[in-house]
């Protein structure tokens, strides 16, 4: 009879623990034009204590990729966990953007208020400025923020600012017009932020915190500038790193830090051409805007302390249209009928033995063209122009540096072996490059390339004037 009486005991009031601890917290960190190496997790030099100390408080992912290397096409993928020629944007957006994120597509924020969760996005949105495009049509409770990059805006007369606007809800509360706004925005973010976990400390919340660092032009802080020995873009990396120790702090004082799941990643790779002030990575070829894995691999982090081991690493492929389809594993969430491209990675967050990566192969599409094909280890690279960080004698009206340019032929690059992409292989090995061949021959059937969009690519939201 007491045996009884435990059992039911243990049932009845465990099942709480259970249910709290698969409906975690979740902080997503999305970090602009971040350079794999440009933190010190990953091989930088840049001071970034609290990513260290969030490294080891987690689990660093060295093969993880962006879906594009821009800005408004790899926001698209991981807010939807489908590649962003799937949702069709294809391009970076201006302000008046004619398209958008279609609101018929499902966010994560739409996913987890499934569960009940508070959300809320404070930074840089880049998927539509129209205001039935915004966040708070997209599923977020709360948005403080641009809605493009805080070098573009309705007004370009004014030089680098351009009148940016900076946003609450849907309505403009600011114009970004100097640099001193432009040098506080990190911290603004920051705040937000941690007034929100706070407000939110009793239920489960989800917040994007999707800084418009380290973007040019770059941003920073007073109490930043000069503190270390890489200039304004290191000064910038490192109050980026601040602002993750704040919010990190912060679950930590309110003792969340264990029901919490920390994301942090970034849109693609560092601005290394057509800027005066770039990343710093050399630890792969090229960088933004280009196919090579300068441009789309990127320094990730997952980290809950007590669920996640903390310490560890993992080299197996993985990309950011993963992580609408893992939290919608691990909080129980169903998902709409809309086909994504993302997998659940919980095997390889959790460190199970023998985790492999679920991506056959991923395509890369840069303004909806295919140029490039990869699997877990190769990857084949398709014939085209790039713009290289290679720079000429010339400088541009704005006194930005003119990069080269430079034809890409096809050429097979081992990643395993190569991670640089210093050497074809393709004559080495025919046979994977037949089977790559093949893999984007079906990639193209299903989203097309260029102007001939396949069947399966989705109308992005379009604005039509009124007459």
Known sequence: MLRKIFVLFFVLFSVPLFAAEETPNIVLIFIDDLGYGDIAPFGGSIPTPNLDKLAKEGR??????????????????????ALHARVGIHNVLMANSPIGLNPNEE????????????TAIFGKWHVGDRKEWLPLNQGFD????????????????????????ITEGDKTVEILDNAEKNDSLTARYTERAVKFIEKNKDKPFFLYLA?????????????FKGKTSYGKFGDDVFETDWSVGEVVKTLDRLNLRRKTLVIFTSDNGPALAGRKDGGYDTTLREGKGTVFEGGVREPTIFS????????????????????????????????????????????L????????????????YVGGQL????????????????????????VSPEGYPIHKRKKQELALYDLQNDIGETKDVKTEHPEIVKRLQESAENWLKQLGNGRQFGPEVREPAKYVAEK
């Open 60 to 81: 660093r992912f060295t093969d993880f990729a962006s879906s594009c290397p821009y800005c408004s096409p790899s926001r698209a993928a991981i807010l939807t966990g």
């Open 107 to 118: 966010t994560i924020a739409e996913v987890v208020k499934k569960k009940g969760y508070a």
């Open 142 to 165: 709360e948005y403080y923020g641009i809605p493009y990059s805080n070098d573009i805006g309705p007004d370009r007369s004014i030089p680098l600012y351009r009148g940016g606007l």
């Open 211 to 223: 800084h418009n660092a380290v973007h040019t032009p770059l941003g920073v802080g007073d109490k």
């Open 304 to 347: 809950q302390p007590g669920t996640i081991p903390e310490g560890t690493s993992t080299n197996q492929f993985a990309a950011t249209i993963d992580i609408l389809p893992t939290i919608a594993a691990i909080i129980g969430a169903p998902l709409s009928g809309n086909k994504i491209d993302g997998k659940d990675i919980r095997p």
């Open 349 to 364: 967050l959790y460190g199970k033995e023998g985790a492999v990566s679920l991506h056959e192969t991923y395509p890369i």
């Open 371 to 394: 140029l490039a094909v990869r699997d877990t280890r190769w990857k084949l690279i398709f014939p085209h122009e790039y713009r290289t960080s290679e720079k000429t004698d010339e």
